[in-house]
């Protein structure tokens, strides 16, 4: 059983950072490892992927400013958020699956079948 608990959420003014961290059990090193996030009134969106093989996928709104990394001696995923805009406010969730599809695909909610609880994140202007 994949079990997924993410921590590191909190509030920043625009332009600051916050670092994520999604602890992860029950999973392979081989799954598809995700971050999502949903504001009030919006679907969840995918922010950012990690493939089994280090290939890292993007949404546009967040390239040059996210990054995902995952230490496996830690079992943890992370995302750092840097340059931090009002717009980035939502839960975020960590996710997984066995298989995600690459680039634009490993994006996609429909893939992910385990998803942790999330953790808030709010940016004031």
């Known amino acids: 059983q994949v079990q997924l608990a993410e921590s590191g959420g909190g509030s920043v003014q625009a332009g600051g950072s916050l670092r994520l961290s999604c602890a992860a059990s029950g999973y392979s090193y081989s799954y598809c490892m995700g971050w999502f996030r949903q504001a009030p009134g919006k679907e969840r969106e995918g922010v950012a992927a990690?493939?089994?093989?280090?290939?890292?996928s993007y949404a546009d709104s967040v390239k040059g400013r996210f990054t995902i990394s995952q230490d496996n001696a830690k079992n943890t995923l992370y995302l750092q958020m840097n340059s931090l805009k009002p717009e980035d406010t939502a839960m975020y969730y960590c996710a997984a699956t066995a298989y995600c599809g690459t680039g634009y695909y490993s994006l996609l909610r429909r893939w992910y079948n385990y998803w942790g609880q999330g953790t808030q994140v709010t940016v004031s202007s």
């Open positions: 990690l493939l089994s093989y280090s290939e890292t």
